[in-house]
Structure formats: structure tokens, C-alpha cells
């Protein structure tokens, strides 16, 4: 038996090791895989704190740290992710220096700000104060805003700067509404602080009037980190010019734990002025996210930001999800941020491996893509069907039970109305995604950007055999096909010849982003299927915020 | 300390850190806004100084020797290198809003600020929550700087002035936020200003002398 505190400690101290390691050894082979390590560290940690707190929730570090079925959920969803991505992290790089774009320094620092980056979040979810979650949200601002400023070319930087003043702005009125609502905790008849397990059991005594604008700056505050309307614009900038593994972390995780800080807030608001306030609030900012994604992604060129449009939608549907505010929805809501974050990792690994091959983030000058690397392809292809909500992965069951709870709850209209939002949003993904995989392969494709070697592009022809029935085949079918796609191409890699030298082996997606989007895509529809013993958690995660007295 | 002088101490306080913030939008020099916002800091300082005296805090005594260093001197000492950095270009040039419209802008958000924070004052009256409106009337104006300046220096001295109100705010309100907060916002607030000022270097480095409205590379 170990000290429960220990395990408390041990998601927030893993990565912080792991990057103190990158700083002192650099970028080497054996060192490549150390964030790797450390996100399976995070995720054990999770796995072990989850069949622990079920019992009853933990306390550690003079009660600076806590956790309870949903910190433990949202700790399995930080790790699984950052495995994802830390894992795909060696290849990215590889190909990055072989083409000249990065050297071992950039990586090793990319490498260390990651590793700080999954810590800060860890601490964000295992806070047991909002004074202490607010500044852990702060400091994935300012360790992200390196990551997403690293290439340090005009949009990159534009970007960062973008980044951090809107964050930093809205994250400020979330620390004016903490402020207000530890005002409003000493002033009630129980003195409870900002302690979150306190503070939501003394919430009935606050007063309601300097309650109501305390929520209002948290939500609004929180939900520019999660890229909910009004302050939303950074997002698509900062999601687009981030590397890919970033981009992944960001959009699979990141705002997903701004969106843990707002359903905290919720519950202590539900407690404290009845669920109406925050489900108003809620609602407003959903439709506006699901209108600015439906409206913008319609038009859209850029294949990166067309995908962070699309976490702006998932975000929206999250947000009404916990509007609706049922223990159903709650549930539904918690497996969506599961499901939103490893097909939306799997799909910003793909693209960066798309961009590394053709050197272009336009969707216009992607095309027949399964023609040339009908692996990548089919990740691609199938990551966007399980962003789109198609069975058998997890976003289907989300959705539909999200959906479900809505209607019985009662906001019909409300529901419909997203539902037709989300409708044009499926149809304008699917329309570019489509033009990007199939048809006749485009000359990025054939004679791919930078072209370091002859070698590259032969290769590049000679693996363009399937005809346009196996693309379809590996689009359409499901995931088990998929795998057996996997040996076939290692077999390829390995049989030519060329593929020693560093220039043919950026050709071919490597094995390791193989393995990782097929892993991502498997979770994904298993959880889809069968949630397990998943479900148990998911439903003593929603029962945690749900429970109105 | 009698209480008509802790009165009167606290009212001058909040007159220094308004008056600071309204300069802030008067004057269009950088090096000028840069000093306004250090006095600003030194305000509210001894905010916190007349609070702790009042209280006979020891604790209030520390933040507000740590708030004048930091406010005072670290943050505006960083805000001036990024100046000299920049060169020749010191001054404001076209904001969105001209000086005269900002001016009554302010007005405007005082008045908004005193009919925001009525349920805040009447929670718990004192003459420090009174003065809560000002805190308030801060932010806003810091928020106005932030989206009308073209200049990342002066949206920077923006986001400053917001987080000065914020600061006013919370002590007027309580005391009492736990000693582990306070430092960490203030390490994230002074890492968060590091990282602009890094940023603006790069944006000088990779856009040359220029508004930030040229920084339009990303849109749609």
C-alpha cells in the first residue's frame, strides 16, 4: 500500500523530473523518449488515484492538493493524450531536423516546456482551491506561449503575442471573479475560503447578488481559455501555428481543463443560485462558439486552423452539455472531452505529419493524399469520421446521450438549434477532408516540399499503387483494418532500400505516428463500444458536480 | 492611526491609483505612460501599507514592501529596457480613440464601475469596500487601454493597469487570501509580463518598427 499523498504528488513531479532531465542531458536519442515516459508515469498515476478516490476523495500537501472522481477522470485524459503526443514527439522531430526546420536544441527545449506544460495541467485538475487552480491555468498560458511562438517566423510570432494578451486578459477577469467570490465565502455565515470542497458545501449561504458577478467574470474568465465566444479569436491562430504535437496537447487537453475549472464553477454556482444562472450564461456562450465555428469553418483554406475551428465547435457542445447540467448530460459531457481529445490529437498529429510532406497547411493544394500514403490517410480519414460523431467511436455515444439529456431536460429549441449548427459544421469538414484524401494525388503530394533528395519523390511514386477501391476501403472500414494496414507499411519501409537514408524515411509516415494514430483511433471506438470500467468513474465524476441539494 | 486619518489616507491612496490610471489614457509619450504606471504602483502600495497599518498586519506589511518592489520598480524598470530596445519610435501614435473620446470613455466607465459594484459595497460597508468602485474603474480603463492602443508596449501597460484594479480589488475586499495565491499570481503576473516583453523583442525583431494592426498575417 503507498501513502496515498505520494500518488497525489507523483502526476505533478513525473513530467517536472522529466524536464529538469531534458534540461541537463539535451536532445539524444535515449533522452527522446523521456516525456513519453513521464505521460505514462502521469497516466498510471491516474489510473491508480481513480480506484482510490472512488471510495473517498483524497487530501495531500497540508490540503493543497485533492482529488476526487472527476480530478482523477480529468488526470486520465491529460495523461492518455500526452502519451499521444509525447510519443509522436521523437518522429516530429526527427523529420524536422532532417529537413533543417529545427536542431536538437529546439527539440530538447520543446521537449522540457512540454514536460512543464502536462505538469501545470496536472496541478490544475489536483487543485484543491481555486485560488491555486487559477494560477496553474496561468502557467500553461505562459509556458504554451513559447511552444506556440517557436518557429519564430511573422504568423508564429503574431500568434504567441496574440496568445497571451487575450489569454492572460480573460484568465485576469477569472482572477477578479475569484477574488469576489472569496469576498462573498468570508463574509458568508460559514467562512469558507476558496477551498473548492468547502466552498461548494457552504455555497447556499452566499450572498447572491456579489455571487452572481463573481460567476459571471470565473465563466467568462475560464471560458477564454476554452475558446468559448466573447474571446475567442486566439484560439485558431495559436492552434494553427503551434507545432503538431502542441497543437494536439492544446486542443486535446488544454481546453478541456479550462472547462474542469468552469464545471467547478458551476457547481459551486448551481449551489449557490440555483442552476438557471450559469445554465443562461452557459447556453449563450455554446450557440455563439457553434455559430463562429459553423460560420468560419464554411469558408475555410487552411486545414490546421479548419481543425481548431473545429475544437471551438466541440468546446460549444461541451458547454451546452454542462448547461444542460443532468447527471446524464454530465456523464456525456465528461466521455466527450475523453473522446474530442484523442481523435482531435490523432488528427493534429496526422496534419503535421501532412504538412511535413507537402510543406503546405492550404487545403487546396492537399489532394488525393490516400493515393500516396494511404496509411496517413486512412488515420486522417477515420480520425474525421470519430470527430464527426460516426459510430462506432466514443463522440457518437457522447453526442447522442448529450443530445438525449438535452431534449428530456427540456431545451428542445435550444437543442435543435445546435444540432442545425452542428449539421452545416459536419458538412463543410467533410467536404474539405474529402478533397484533401481522395481523388488525383496534387503535385505537393508527388514532388514533396522540401525535397532534400531524388530518392524522396521515387519513393513517394512508387508506394502510389492502391487503387481508388482500397482508398475507400481504408477510409469506410473500420479500425481493425486499419491495423492490418500497419505491418504492411513497416514491411514497406524496411524492403526499400532507400529508406536507411534520413531523407526516405521522412517519406513514409514513421512507425512510431503509425503506431500512435492507430492507438489513438482504437481507444477512441473501443470507448465507443464499451466504456468499462470507465463508466463507473464517468458517473461518480458527474454525480461529484451534479449534486444540487 | 485615528480613524478620519486611516479615512482620508485610504481615500488619497485610491485618488493616486485612479488619477494614475486616467493619465495613463491622457498622455501619449511611452516613457510618460511607463513613470504614470509606476506611480500607479507606488499607490498602491501604500494602499496596502495604510491597510496593514490599520489592521496592524505584519503580513500586509510584507505584501506591501513586495508590491512596491514589484510594481513600482521591477515591472516598469522591464517596461523601460523594452522601450530603450525599441528605438527610435517613443510614441503612441493614432490610437483607435482620440485622447478627448478616451477621457470621457473613462468617465463612462466609472460610472459603469459604481453601478457594477453596488451589491459588492453592500455586502459588507466600510470604508474600504467603498472604495471598491475605484479598483473596479481601474480594470475597466486598463481593458480600454489594452483594446484601443496600437502599440505592444502600450497594450502592455494595458494589461498592467487591469491587474493593478484587480490587486486594489482584492484588498479592499479581504485580506486574507491565502499567502500561497498571492505569491503565485504574482510569480505568474510577473512571468506573464517576461514573456510579452520577450515577445515584443521578437515582434521588433521580425516585423521591424511597427503597429501592431500591421501584425495581420493571421485572420479570416
Given amino acids: ?549 | 492611526m485615528t480613524e478620519t486619518l486611516y479615512v482620508q489616507l485610504l481615500d488619497l491612496a485610491c485618488g493616486g491609483l485612479l488619477l494614475g490610471a486616467v493619465l495613463v489614457l491622457w498622455r501619449r509619450e511611452l516613457s510618460v505612460i511607463i513613470r504614470m504606471f509606476a506611480a500607479q504602483g507606488v499607490a498602491l502600495a501604500a494602499l496596502v501599507a495604510v491597510l496593514a497599518a490599520h489592521q496592524r498586519s505584519v503580513d500586509l506589511w510584507v505584501v506591501a514592501v513586495g508590491l512596491l518592489i514589484l510594481r513600482a520598480s521591477v515591472l516598469p524598470l522591464l517596461l523601460a529596457r523594452a522601450l530603450t530596445a525599441a528605438g527610435p519610435a517613443r510614441r503612441e501614435t493614432r490610437p483607435l480613440v482620440n485622447v478627448a473620446a478616451s477621457l470621457l470613455a473613462a468617465a463612462v466607465l466609472a460610472l459603469l464601475a459604481y453601478a457594477v459594484s453596488r451589491p459588492l459595497v453592500a455586502l459588507a460597508p466600510s470604508p474600504a469596500t467603498q472604495a471598491i468602485p475605484v479598483g473596479v474603474t481601474v480594470v475597466l480603463i486598463g481593458f480600454f487601454v489594452l483594446v484601443t492602443r496600437r502599440r505592444a508596449l502600450s497594450q502592455l501597460v494595458g494589461f498592467l493597469l487591469m491587474d493593478n484594479g484587480i490587486t486594489t480589488v482584492g484588498f479592499l475586499t479581504t485580506a486574507s487570501v491565502s499567502l500561497v495565491v498571492e505569491l503565485g499570481v504574482s510569480l505568474d503576473v510577473l512571468l506573464a509580463v517576461l514573456v510579452l516583453r520577450i515577445l515584443t523583442a521578437r515582434i521588433q525583431e521580425t516585423f521591424g518598427d511597427a503597429d501592431l494592426d500591421e501584425l495581420a498575417e493571421l485572420h479570416d
Avoid at chain 1, 11 to 16: E, G, R, S, V, Y
Avoid at chain 1, 83 to 96: N, V
Avoid at chain 1, 148 to 166: D, F, H
Wanted: aromatic residues 6%.
Fill in chain 1, 1 to 549: 500500500m503507498i501513502t496515498p499523498g505520494i500518488v497525489l504528488l507523483v502526476p505533478i513531479a513525473a513530467p517536472i523530473l522529466a524536464a529538469a532531465a531534458y534540461a541537463v542531458a539535451g536532445w539524444r536519442r535515449a533522452s527522446a523518449w523521456l516525456g513519453a515516459g513521464a505521460a505514462t508515469i502521469v497516466l498510471c498515476a491516474a489510473i491508480t488515484l481513480a480506484t482510490t478516490v472512488s471510495r473517498s476523495p483524497l487530501v495531500g500537501m497540508g490540503g493543497l492538493v485533492r482529488a476526487d472522481p472527476l480530478s482523477a477522470f480529468m488526470l486520465i485524459v491529460i495523461g492518455a493524450i500526452a502519451l499521444l503526443a509525447t510519443a509522436a514527439t521523437p518522429a516530429y522531430f526527427a523529420a524536422e531536423i532532417a529537413a533543417g526546420r529545427a536542431t536538437a536544441r529546439t527539440a530538447a527545449r520543446h521537449s522540457l516546456l512540454v514536460a512543464l506544460f502536462v505538469a501545470a495541467m496536472s496541478g490544475a485538475v489536483l487543485a484543491a482551491n481555486l485560488g491555486v487552480l487559477w494560477v496553474a491555468i496561468e502557467a500553461t498560458t505562459i509556458i504554451t506561449a513559447f511552444l506556440v511562438g517557436q518557429r519564430r517566423t511573422r504568423p508564429a510570432v503574431e500568434a504567441a503575442w496574440k496568445y497571451v494578451v487575450i489569454c492572460s486578459t480573460g484568465i485576469a477577469l477569472a482572477l477578479l471573479g475569484t477574488l469576489i467570490l472569496n469576498y462573498a465565502a468570508t463574509n458568508s455565515p460559514a467562512r469558507a475560503g476558496l477551498n473548492l470542497a468547502e466552498l461548494t458545501a457552504a455555497a447556499h449561504g452566499l450572498d447572491q447578488p456579489v455571487t452572481r458577478i463573481a460567476v459571471a467574470l470565473l465563466i467568462i474568465g475560464f471560458g477564454t481559455k476554452m475558446g468559448l465566444v466573447p474571446l475567442h479569436a486566439w484560439l485558431p491562430d495559436a492552434h494553427s501555428q503551434a507545432p503538431a504535437p502542441v497543437s494536439a496537447l492544446m486542443s486535446g487537453v488544454l481546453l478541456s481543463v479550462a472547462f474542469y475549472a468552469i464545471l467547478r464553477v458551476k457547481a459551486i454556482s448551481d449551489a449557490a443560485l440555483g442552476s438557471g444562472f450559469a445554465r443562461a450564461l452557459l447556453l449563450v456562450m455554446a450557440l455563439g462558439a457553434l455559430t463562429v465555428a459553423a460560420t468560419l469553418l464554411l469558408a475555410q483554406r487552411d486545414y490546421k486552423r479548419m481543425l481548431a475551428y473545429h475544437s471551438i465547435e466541440h468546446m460549444g457542445l461541451l458547454a451546452l452539455g454542462a448547461a444542460v447540467g443532468t447527471p446524464l448530460a454530465l456523464a456525456a459531457v465528461l466521455l466527450h472531452v475523453l473522446g474530442h481529445g484523442l481523435a482531435k490529437a490523432v488528427l493534429f498529429l496526422g496534419s503535421g505529419r501532412i504538412l511535413q510532406l507537402t510543406g503546405t497547411t492550404q487545403v487546396e493544394q492537399v489532394r488525393g493524399l490516400a493515393g500516396t500514403d494511404p496509411v496517413l490517410a486512412g488515420c486522417v480519414g477515420l480520425g474525421v469520421f470519430a470527430l464527426l460523431g460516426f459510430p462506432p467511436f466514443s463522440l457518437f455515444a457522447s453526442e447522442l446521450a448529450m443530445f438525449r439529456a438535452g431534449y428530456a431536460a427540456g431545451l428542445g429549441a435550444v437543442i435543435t438549434l445546435a444540432l442545425l449548427l452542428v449539421l452545416v459544421i459536419t458538412a463543410a469538414l467533410f467536404a474539405h477532408s474529402g478533397h484533401m484524401l481522395l481523388g488525383n494525388p496534387s503535385p505537393a503530394l508527388i514532388e514533396p516540399h522540401p525535397a532534400p533528395g531524388p530518392e524522396r519523390s521515387d519513393v513517394a511514386t512508387a508506394s502510389a499503387a492502391p487503387t481508388p477501391t482500397a482508398i475507400t476501403t481504408a477510409v469506410f472500414t473500420a479500425p481493425a483494418t486499419t491495423t492490418t494496414l500497419a505491418p504492411a507499411s513497416a514491411v514497406a519501409q524496411t524492403a526499400a532500400p532507400a529508406a536507411t537514408s534520413a531523407a526516405a524515411s521522412a517519406a513514409r509516415t514513421p512507425t512510431s505516428t503509425v503506431i500512435v494514430l492507430i492507438a489513438g483511433l482504437l481507444t477512441c471506438a473501443v470507448l465507443g463500444v464499451a466504456a468499462g470500467p470507465l463508466a463507473q468513474l464517468l458517473h461518480l465524476a458527474a454525480d461529484t458536480i451534479a449534486a444540487t441539494p
